[in-house]
C-alpha cells in the first residue's frame, strides 16, 4: 500500500492551498479518508475526515469553514482544499484510510488509522 500526497507549500496568511493523496494497492472505495496535521513538539492533529461514499464528513473546529475535504473513488485520490489560512495552519499534513464498515463514525484519532502517507508540508507566513 503506498500513499502519496503532494500540493504543500509556502503560502501568505489568507491565501489558499490544496492537497492531494493518492493511493495505490488497496481498494479506494472501502476506506473512510483523512487528513492529520503535525508541527514540530506537537501531538499529530485531526483536520478534516470523509466517509467512504463521500456524503458523510467531519472537519476539526479549528478549520471549519476554512477547509473542504473531498474524495474521487475512480481517481483514487483524496483531496484538502484550504482556504483563508492562518500561520497556526503550519505543519505537515498527512494523508490516512481507514478500513472501516459503511455505518462506522468518522474517528478523529489517529490510532484508528490503517494506512499513512509521507506527508507534505505546508508553511503559512504571517
Known amino acids: 500500500v503506498q500513499l502519496q500526497a503532494s500540493g504543500g507549500g509556502l503560502v501568505q496568511a489568507g491565501g489558499s492551498l490544496g492537497l492531494s493523496c493518492t493511493a495505490s494497492?488497496?481498494?479506494?472505495?472501502?476506506?473512510?479518508w483523512a487528513w492529520f496535521r503535525q508541527s514540530p513538539g506537537k501531538e499529530r492533529e485531526f483536520v478534516a475526515a470523509?466517509?467512504?461514499?463521500?456524503?458523510?464528513?467531519n472537519y476539526a473546529d479549528s478549520v471549519k469553514g476554512r477547509f473542504t475535504v473531498s474524495r474521487d473513488n475512480d481517481k483514487k485520490t483524496v483531496s484538502l482544499q484550504m482556504n483563508s489560512l492562518k500561520p497556526d495552519d503550519t505543519a505537515r499534513y498527512y494523508c490516512?484510510?481507514?478500513?472501516?464498515?459503511?455505518?462506522?463514525?468518522?474517528?478523529?484519532?489517529?490510532?484508528?488509522?490503517?494506512?499513512w502517507g509521507q506527508g507534505t508540508l505546508v508553511t503559512v507566513s504571517s
Open positions: 494497492g488497496l481498494t479506494f472505495s472501502y476506506y473512510d
Open positions: 490516512a484510510a481507514n478500513r472501516a464498515i459503511l455505518t462506522a463514525p468518522l474517528y478523529v484519532s489517529p490510532d484508528e488509522y490503517d494506512y
Open positions: 470523509i466517509s467512504r461514499s463521500g456524503g458523510r464528513t
